[in-house]
Nanobody, 117 residues
Framework: QVQVVESGGGLVQAGGSLSLSCAAS????????MAWYRQATGKQRELVAS?????????GDSAKGRFTISRDNVENMVYLQIQMNNLQSEDTAVYYC?????????WGQGTQVTVSS
């Protein structure tokens, strides 16, 4: 059973930086994809960035040039990080960690990021 836990959200001023972390346990597939999504109030959930087992990354338009995703694989656990720089008010959202392995998708509970202007 895969479990996903995020941490690191909080309040930051516009122009500031924040790092989010995600720990996924119970990973069994050699190939998997981990991603950060976010959902602002009244909006659909959107991809922030993803990274697969071989390090291939994909960034959403809002994250390009400002955010950096990375991961560490340790036995049956994967640690996912995202460094977010030059945060703006439109980055305010609940950020979710997602794991895809085999045909299954797992989500964390989400962590709030609030950017004050």
């Amino acid at each position: 059973q895969v479990q996903v836990v995020e941490s690191g959200g909080g309040l930051v001023q516009a122009g500031g930086s924040l790092s989010l972390s995600c720990a996924a346990s119970g990973i069994s597939a050699r190939f998997n994809v981990m991603a950060w999504y976010r959902q602002a109030t009244g909006k659909q959930r959107e991809l922030v960035a993803s990274i697969d087992s071989v390090g291939l990354t994909i960034y959403g338009d809002s994250a390009k040039g400002r955010f950096t995703i990375s991961r560490d694989n340790v036995e049956n656990m994967v640690y996912l990080q995202i460094q977010m720089n030059n945060l703006q008010s439109e980055d305010t959202a609940v950020y979710y960690c997602q794991v895809k392995e085999w045909d299954y998708v797992y989500w964390g509970q989400g962590t709030q990021v609030t950017v004050s202007s």
